[in-house]
């Protein structure tokens, strides 16, 4: 409430840029610190996505944007845990040099028994064999931040809906690194 405070109180001195800053701050904090351990829709999900790219470019003005592939009922209709794709974005972000026109792309597909979450960005990847090797806990020498990340994502998935569903990354057939979540109701 009190950042809401803060927001309002830059309106009134028409500082609009700081206001919309300060909203998605406040939006994040309330979607991270509200019923934490609920699913939340993809379109919640997404939302807080742009609340997060809308931050970071506070920091580093760029182009970033994000587009939705999915039906309005997969949207609306589709439960995932909170966070689940944020850490994927974060790092599509974070980890390309070049953001003067960063696309991250996520699509969804109904699969047999459940659904694919594909998330895409016209950047540098990693290699996907090696983030693989990360995630079964193998050794590699991949260089990552914290690494809590993507593991996180994957252990949560599979607490949640079983073992056979999974965070794993491929190259797509136009060379882009892809975070893939396939999710078995």
């Not at 009190?2 to 309002?8: E, K, M, Q, R």
Request: with cysteine.
């Amino acid at each position: 409430n009190a950042l809401y405070i803060v927001s309002w109180r830059a309106l009134n001195k028409t500082e609009d840029s700081i206001a919309d800053n300060v909203s998605s701050i406040a939006n994040m904090m309330h979607y991270s610190i509200s019923r934490p351990d609920a699913l939340s829709t993809l379109q919640q999900e997404l939302d807080n996505i742009r609340e997060f790219i809308r931050i970071y470019r506070l920091e580093r003005p760029s182009l970033i944007s994000l587009v939705v592939s999915a039906s309005e009922e997969h949207l609306m209709g589709l439960q995932i845990p909170k966070f689940t794709l944020q850490p994927l974005v974060e790092n599509a972000v974070l980890h390309n040099p070049d953001l003067s026109a960063l696309t991250i792309t996520v699509e969804v597909c109904v699969i047999p028994e459940g659904f694919r979450i594909t998330v895409t960005d016209s950047g540098a990847g990693a290699d996907p064999q090696k983030l693989n090797a990360f995630l079964r806990y193998e050794e590699t020498d991949l260089k990552v931040s914290s690494g809590f990340g993507i593991r996180n994502v994957n252990e949560r998935l599979q607490l949640h809906y079983g073992n056979n569903s999974r965070l794993s990354y491929a190259d797509t057939a136009t060379g882009q690194l892809a975070a893939v979540l396939v999710i078995y109701n």
